[in-house]
């Protein structure tokens, strides 16, 4: 079982920056992959990025240049660098942790950027 609480999320103006954590209840060094999802208003939830055990990342093209994943295995903390932010970025903002082949999902944090 992987219990994960995001944070960091709040209200920023368009071209601002923010830094979203999700931490994990088990070590994250023992976890394949991490990702962040985003859900916006009347939308589907979207991928954005993850980051695999081997430091390896990969990002959705709508943030590809802007948004940063990375991992700190001794805080079991991985976070989700995000600038230049646009008003399109708005949305809720899930951690999910794929660990011996299930799929565990934070609460979520609301991101809000006004233009």
């Known amino acids: 079982q992987v219990q994960l609480v995001e944070s960091g999320g709040g209200l920023v103006q368009a071209g601002g920056s923010l830094r979203l954590s999700c931490a994990a209840s088990v070590t994250i060094f023992s976890i394949n992959a991490m990702g962040w999802y985003r859900q916006a208003p009347g939308k589907q939830r979207e991928w954005v990025a993850t980051?695999?055990?081997?430091?390896?990342?990969n990002y959705a093209n709508s943030v590809k240049g802007r948004f940063t994943i990375s991992r700190d295995n001794a805080k079991n903390t991985v976070y989700l660098q995000m600038s230049s932010l646009k008003p399109e970025d708005t949305a809720v903002y899930y951690c999910k942790a794929n660990h011996n082949a299930r799929d565990y999902w934070g609460q979520g944090t609301q991101v809000t950027v006004s233009s």
């Open positions: 980051i695999y055990s081997s430091g390896t990342t």
